[in-house]
């Protein structure tokens, strides 16, 4: 890809859809070069990369990445690492749901969604960290939920407890960084309207009680993720700003 070696490069985890989608996109529209990672929506990952293309980002590409899987994270290192001389910004939003309470959670389910929703972007930040710190500037996103904040029901015991992880994994992250001068922060949606809470407003009744449940009487739409991301993210918006938690939430507390 011959782009100016002075161009802006983001890598978004699980960019072949929904906030990781929109969050490749609005950076594309900032003229960064794009970097979708997908883990089994190969087609997905391939239409972001297009409409990044063609909504103005410098270059795109797609790579494979399981970020539980630390042999898949040290792959993608070394296929980004041929690419790219740096990575900017960094954008862990990889995660999945998990609804249960604790009478319902098995081990399984509970060391599942911490792997990826935890240990997922701890991996991934330490084998991009090399490629964060040969850029004149980085800053790294880490996707949270108010669930990490608040106990919120909706989530389940072990969805909540992996993004407290996360939040806590930022701030010490901040800290440790800032002599580098890279900063880290996350964003803490409430719900999203994407395919990983479909089924909570598959009916008009079910989408009226979460719209209900938000006091600005709005569903959080994935762009206004992109855009809080892209705020965190830009030294020229945000350069004093670190360790910090951004609720994206339509002024929902619970
Ligand atoms: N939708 C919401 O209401 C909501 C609210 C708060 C936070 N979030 C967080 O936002 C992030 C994005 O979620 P979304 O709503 O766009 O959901 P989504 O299900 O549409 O997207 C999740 C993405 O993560 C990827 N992914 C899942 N497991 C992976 C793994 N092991 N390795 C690599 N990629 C993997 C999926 O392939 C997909 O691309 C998640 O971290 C989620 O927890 C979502």
Redesign the pocket.
Same mark, same amino acid.
């Given at each position: 890809m011959s782009v100016a070696p002075d161009t802006p490069v983001v890598l978004v985890? !699980?960019?072949?859809? !929904?906030? !990781? %989608?929109a969050v490749a996109l609005r950076f594309a529209r900032e003229g960064y070069r794009v970097i979708v *990672? =997908? %883990?089994?929506?190969e087609t !997905?990952a391939l239409s972001t990369v297009e409409e990044a293309l063609a909504s103005g980002a410098p270059g795109a590409f797609h790579v494979h990445?399981?970020?539980?899987?630390p042999a898949?994270v040290e792959e993608m290192a070394r296929e980004v690492s041929g690419k790219c001389t740096h990575i900017n910004v960094l954008v862990n939003?990889?995660?999945?749901?998990q609804t249960n309470g604790i009478k319902d959670t098995t081990l399984e389910e509970w060391e599942r969604t911490l792997r990826?929703?935890a240990t997922?972007p701890f991996l991934v930040t330490k084998a991009l960290l090399p490629l964060l710190e040969k850029a004149p500037w980085a800053s790294i996103v880490n996707?949270? /939920?108010?669930?990490g904040e608040t106990g919120n029901v909706l989530a389940g015991i072990a =969805?909540s407890t992996s993004?407290a992880a996360l939040i806590g994994f930022t701030k010490r992250l901040a800290v440790e960084l800032a002599p580098l001068g890279i900063r880290v922060n996350a964003v803490? @949606? /409430?719900?999203?309207? *994407? /395919?990983?809470?479909r089924s909570f407003i598959d009916t008009p009744e079910k989408r009226e009680r979460i719209r209900k449940l938000h006091p600005l009487g709005i569903i959080?739409k @994935?762009e206004d993720?992109a855009e809080a991301v892209l705020f965190l993210a830009d030294p020229a918006r945000s350069r004093a700003i670190t360790g910090h938690v951004l609720r994206v939430n339509a002024g929902r507390l619970t």
């Amino acid at each position: 890809m011959s782009v100016a070696p002075d161009t802006p490069v983001v890598l978004v985890t !699980g960019g072949s859809r !929904g906030i !990781g %989608r929109a969050v490749a996109l609005r950076f594309a529209r900032e003229g960064y070069r794009v970097i979708v *990672t =997908y %883990r089994a929506d190969e087609t !997905g990952a391939l239409s972001t990369v297009e409409e990044a293309l063609a909504s103005g980002a410098p270059g795109a590409f797609h790579v494979h990445l399981d970020v539980s899987d630390p042999a898949s994270v040290e792959e993608m290192a070394r296929e980004v690492s041929g690419k790219c001389t740096h990575i900017n910004v960094l954008v862990n939003n990889a995660g999945i749901l998990q609804t249960n309470g604790i009478k319902d959670t098995t081990l399984e389910e509970w060391e599942r969604t911490l792997r990826v929703n935890a240990t997922g972007p701890f991996l991934v930040t330490k084998a991009l960290l090399p490629l964060l710190e040969k850029a004149p500037w980085a800053s790294i996103v880490n996707i949270a /939920s108010i669930a990490g904040e608040t106990g919120n029901v909706l989530a389940g015991i072990a =969805y909540s407890t992996s993004k407290a992880a996360l939040i806590g994994f930022t701030k010490r992250l901040a800290v440790e960084l800032a002599p580098l001068g890279i900063r880290v922060n996350a964003v803490a @949606p /409430s719900f999203v309207e *994407t /395919s990983m809470v479909r089924s909570f407003i598959d009916t008009p009744e079910k989408r009226e009680r979460i719209r209900k449940l938000h006091p600005l009487g709005i569903i959080v739409k @994935p762009e206004d993720v992109a855009e809080a991301v892209l705020f965190l993210a830009d030294p020229a918006r945000s350069r004093a700003i670190t360790g910090h938690v951004l609720r994206v939430n339509a002024g929902r507390l619970t």
